[in-house]
């Protein structure tokens, strides 16, 4: 009954622990491995005018990402002194207008994105209704006419309609039709928009894109136009310089439509630039933002969301629950016997800043020379309160001789014995004390070492890289120490060291 | 290795896990603890329900009443100091003859004790130095159980005592525990006394065990360990089973000494008992502990002993 009790408990532990963290590493991104690094890119427009001599209105509007398929925008910032500025959503996508009642002689406004990689974030727009036939008056409505029976006679949907399309409007001297509309125009933008026309021509919708594409490093990002065509079902994408389907590996669409990127109204000489920079950030960032902008409660009991030093401390602290288990397993599963139950894991901390070789021969001498003090002090008869203070006393100063000493011959490692745990020195130093005179000195040693060796365990566990990770990425894993820990409470099963000690019972049965 | 674990599970040995969590967690409620982890309250129980217990000569209680030791002890020769919380026989003086005008003790290990000496020791257990988690404690101070004759041959200086387990009321694993030179006169097997397993039917001692080793022969005097007979032994499965009535407690180690004047004394009463009792009657526990599970509760101390002494006895055969 209990047993059956226990499962279940630990179980729902297990359960509740896992999803959350499958949803934050599947979901949301959260990485699993403490170097892990995700791309960002910055994208950061600069957009210069000339205000004029007198102080006059100006209005500006610039096209931004809306809909960005394979990124998501992560932040984006709007630097302008003095513009009040509001964002809107417009056919082509997204648009920021800045207004300003009088300005006057040069002026510049910043656009900064900063842009990651997103699979999941495709052009979820809705279908769109199917053109209206366009009207360009004679002789290009004819040519236009032909042109669509002659690509739609070597075509069998609207992505091979395209391709064929583009290879014509390519090659603009073979025919007669695509020279006509293309009016002696060779460049891809222009080609893109004839392509659009055409298409609509043939009931097809399409629009016209730009974008630039995310290098590493780029000063003046050139815009790209690109093709897009919906095949009913969704946007197919096309280049229309070269008609290859498809879009670019790192192509950022900035807006669609035939708009121009941006308007100016009171001002002139304007000059706009586009600059990209690629940087490696922590996965972690990119999660929180993501589990924000999916409106999930995760991010506001992340870690992530207290100040630093406070998330320091947490790294350290979820790191003691693993130690604690780790002193479980060798206490009840293999059944080494440690001086205070937990005494092994504050240690083991301590171990943190000495390291492990260090840490085991500052431990032994402060703990040796205690002893001796504490022998030399039996025959004082002091009472239990004021014998233990002193030895602290001692404890402390012996810490500080060591640091000095050791400071001066050069070793340094000696000198964060200072955060070795005073008062967990001082308890094993009466403790054994108590031990050996009780129980003699072997096992008085027996057990310090024994603790020694639990704790430079604990420590090996604790300083896991991984684990670090996990924990502090994942605290819901420490569910499944807490399950683990349940499950050992009742295991009943025979320690290991047990099978030493009733060696001699281990004979086969009759 | 899972041999070892097959063969060890094979012949019912109980390891501290399965102690721990199948009986003592099960079968002695917490609230039943402070009757056992107190000696004087043990004490206390123990004479109101009329079980002999080595007299009390007084409780120090404060550091001031150190002072009052002498009183104590003035009528005195021998006697027994011990913390109230001990465990494991630490913080236990037995002090065998006093030098009345120059108050100097002699224990029983040969040593000599000043008078400071042995206030120091009392302030050290009021303390709590022997006492668990350092709490404060008191002293008592006792009757020094005086020698039976029967294990003369089988004890250097301290004065054996017979450990039972008790399990359910019924007496399930017995053994005597004979103090050696290394446990300085103290009857704890991991001080270094050695254990001898007792048959449940006769009272008769088996085999021995010191540490975690089998021994047949008294490191010490040379005297064999097996077939000493120990007197009065029904009469002490008796003794041992009222102490499950006595304390409520399922799962009990019950400690008697035998007094050369006074007979079998009821010496202290153990919620957790060590299984080294196993070593020395080269069994497991278990499948005893299995039969007495099957039966009824409630049944009365005779038919109970009875059991011990004819089933339990004869269910399963030692190791070689």
Redesign the interface.
Known sequence: MQGYKIWIFALALCLIGGSLFVYKWRGLGYPLLPDEQTRIWTVEVTFQFDAGERAMPVKATLHIPGLTPGFAVLDENFVSRGFGFTTRLVAGGRQVQWAIRRAKGPQTLYYRAVVYKDPAEAANDTTPPFPTAPVLGEPFDTALQELVAQVREQSADPASFTIELLKRLADATGDQNVGLLLAGQTDPTVRARTAVTVLAAAQIPARLMRGINLVDRERQAHLLPWLEVHDGDRWLYFDPATGAQGLPENYLTWWRGDDPLYTMDGGGKTDIRFAVQRNEVDPVLVAERRAQAVQSRIADFSLFSLPIQTQAVYAVLLMIPLGALVVVVLR?VV?ITTFGTFMPVLVALAFRETQVLAGVILFSLVVTLGLLFRFFMENL?L???PRLASVLIIVVLLMAVISIVSHQLGLDMALSVGLFPMVILTMTIERMS?VWE???PM?AIQQGVGSLIVAAICFTVMEIDVLKHLFFVFPELLLWVLAICLLLG??????LL????????????? | MLGSIGRLAGNGVVGLNERNCQYIMRYNPRRLYPLVDDKLATKRLAMAAGLPVPELYGVIGSHHEVRNLPTILAAHRDFVVKPAHGSGGDGILVVSARVRDRNVYRLVDGSIMGEDDIEHHLSNIISGQYSLGGHRDVALVEYCVKFDATFAEHSFRGVPDIRVIVFRGYPVMGMVRLPTRRSQGKANLHQGAVGAGLDLATGQTTYGVTGNTTVTEHPDTGAPIGGLQIPQWEYLLRFAARCYELTGLGYLGVDIVLDRDKGPMLLELNARPGLNIQIANRRGLRPRLDLVEAQPAGAPIEERVAFAMTTLATAVPALN
């Open positions: 009840n059944g008869r009472l239990l309160v108590i009780e129980r003699g096992e009742r295991y009943s099963g025979y320690r047990e099978l030493v000690r009733f060696k001699a019972l281990a004979e086969p049965s009759r």
